[in-house]
Antibody
Framework: QLQLQESGPGLVKPSETLSLTCTVS??????????WGWIRQPPGKGLEWIGT???????FYNPSLRSRATLSIDTSKNQMSLKLTSVTAADTAVYYC???????????WGQGTLVSVST | VVLTQSPDTLSLSPGEGATLSCWAS???????LAWYQQRPGQAPRLLIS???KRATGVPDRFSGSGSGTDFTLTISRLEPEDSGVYYC????????FGQGTKLEIK
């Protein structure tokens, strides 16, 4: 059964770069049938789409985060990554990675990882 | 596109039915609309895609309908474990989520 697991620092200082990795197990991130996405959720608030990536490296970004977010994929490690630069307290959130079914929504999610931005 | 969900909160009793709405600011081509359930402390769970197609393992108490700009998630015979926040999502090359509807089962 396919599973996703987010990993990375739980605390990042303001103005620094947030870096997270999503490791896929039980399946291949190089599967051409799916895309892979990042979504975040500030404490007590709703879901915000960050971006989506295909195994070829093609990316789609939320316009509000495009200037600061970079998604990448490493099929040899079965991982994808998120980098978010110049973070502020507003970037404090639970960050989820998910498998994206083309024209079908996000059908498998990681458990999420809380990243706090603070000194 | 902006998705607006209604109501913000819904409080119902076990056995009752629930109707959750999602309005899009413009017509959604191909009805690329999904519904998710998020229980406290958990990741979202896909319930419905394509406005009306149930995801694998989702009970038939959950049904989606609608097209264009108006979409509905209907939950029949409510159970306590249906409590949580429900989100609609328009998926395309740019995804967007609604603000969520909190469903309380008392």
């Amino acid at each position: 059964q396919l599973q996703l697991q987010e990993s990375g620092p739980g605390l990042v200082k303001p103005s620094e770069t947030l870096s997270l990795t999503c490791t896929v197990s039980g399946g291949s991130i190089g599967n051409s049938d799916h895309f892979w996405g990042w979504i975040r959720q500030p404490p007590g608030k709703g879901l915000e789409w960050i971006g989506t990536i295909y195994y070829t490296g093609r990316t789609f970004y939320n316009p509000s985060l495009r200037s600061r977010a970079t998604l990448s994929i490493d099929t040899s490690k079965n991982q994808m990554s998120l980098k978010l630069t110049s973070v502020t307290a507003a970037d404090t959130a639970v960050y989820y990675c998910a498998r994206v079914v083309p024209v079908g929504g996000n059908d498998i999610w990681g458990q999420g990882t809380l990243v706090s931005v603070s000194t | 596109v902006v998705l607006t969900q209604s109501p913000d909160t819904l409080s119902l009793s076990p056995g009752e039915g629930a109707t959750l709405s999602c309005w899009a600011s413009r017509r959604l081509d191909n009805n690329y609309l999904a519904w998710y359930q998020q229980r406290p402390g958990q990741a979202p769970r896909l319930l419905i895609s394509g406005a009306s197609k149930r995801a694998t393992g989702v009970p038939d108490r959950f049904s989606g309908s609608g097209s264009g700009t108006d979409f509905t998630l209907t939950i029949s015979r409510l159970e306590p474990e249906d409590s949580g926040v429900y989100y609609c999502q328009h998926y395309s090359s740019l995804d967007i989520f609604g603000q969520g509807t909190k469903l309380e089962i008392k």
